[in-house]
């Protein structure tokens, strides 16, 4: 396979799932801002804006006003955003016309029309009583692409690299959305454990797609150790950062047997396997969730920089 024809897939999934996360992260933003009076909610926007890395950009534009509209709009659609929903999905839309002879049709009559609804939605500012439609939407375009893949793309190396590209996104993503209720949401010691806390950790689970499955395994008890448990450690759950590492090794290696060739990519990826395997909970907790997360997301960026150096000029 071209080089650029796997970076294509690898950066169209990315996007894909970027945006799907994107539109997770606003979600868990909304769900947590509800709960807050109207100059604590703020901070939930304001936290939500640090969590995507759009801080500066978006103090540019409006200084310290952390508004819920300015935030969503801003994240959504600001043409001054080059990293806004909207043109994030118009990177997948670009990836995808550049891959189209190694995608299925379905793959991209999904993308194409999920371009075309976003387009409807994000024309004019969304009010807060469509943003749920709109966040709806995104997800929806994700699972929609995901699904079309699934089902009908053959299982060579364009495959393996577009789920590369997928778990590499979904892990720093999650690992962002739980980042925003541990360390920038919790406002001090004295609410752990309070009815605030548990409400903001039902929050994150849903923005995930948890609840349910969480509420299953643990008799609808909501509880913080368990729920860091559950979204870490939990490889049964397509959304822990466990899955997401278990999805991408696999994946690495499926390129590896393909290529005959392992490359660093592969020798990082056992590293941070094994780092995973033998965490604990206790561990997670005497070094910190934050500290956690923050090594998780070195570690996975360096294996997303290492695939695109293995692979970039295979021909």
């Not at 868990?28 to 890395?53: F, P, Q, Y």
Request: hydrophobic share 45%; aromatic share 10%.
């Amino acid at each position: 396979m071209l080089g650029r024809t796997a970076n294509g897939l690898f950066w169209m999934f990315r996007y894909l799932e970027r945006a799907e996360n994107t539109a997770r992260l606003l979600d868990a933003g909304l769900r947590m801002a509800l709960t807050r009076d109207h100059t604590k909610a703020k901070e939930e926007w304001r936290s939500v804006i640090v969590t995507s890395g759009q801080k500066v950009a978006f103090e540019a534009k409006f200084e310290d006003d952390y508004s819920g509209p300015n935030v969503w709009n801003f994240i959504l659609r600001d043409k001054e955003n080059s990293a806004n929903v909207l043109s994030t999905f118009e990177q997948v839309r670009t990836n995808a016309r550049l891959v189209r002879n190694v995608i299925s049709s379905e793959v991209w009559e999904a993308v194409n029309t999920s371009w075309m609804q976003l387009q409807d939605d994000l024309k004019r500012p969304v009010a807060q009583g469509n943003l749920g439609k709109v966040v709806g939407d995104v997800r929806r375009a994700g699972m929609q692409v995901h699904g079309a893949m699934a089902g009908s793309m053959l299982r060579d190396a364009g495959f393996h690299f577009a789920r590369a590209g997928t778990f590499v996104e979904r892990g720093d993503s999650i690992a962002r959305i739980l980042d925003i209720k541990y360390y920038l949401l919790l406002p001090s010691l004295s609410y752990v454990g309070s009815s605030l806390d548990t409400g903001q950790w039902d929050n994150v689970l849903r923005s995930v797609s948890g609840d349910r499955a969480y509420r299953w395994l643990n008799a609808g008890e909501i509880d913080a150790r368990g729920i860091v448990e559950f979204l870490v450690l939990d490889d049964r759950f397509p959304r822990s950062l466990a899955f997401c590492h278990s999805a991408l090794r696999d994946n690495l290696a499926a390129l590896a047997r393909l290529h005959h060739n392992e490359g660093l990519c592969n020798e990082l990826m056992r590293d941070a396997d094994t780092e995973m395997s033998a965490t604990t909970i206790d561990d997670i907790f005497d070094t910190g969730l934050h500290q956690f997360l923050i090594d998780f997301s070195n570690r996975n960026n360096a294996i997303a920089a290492a695939i695109a150096e293995d692979y970039r000029f295979i021909a």
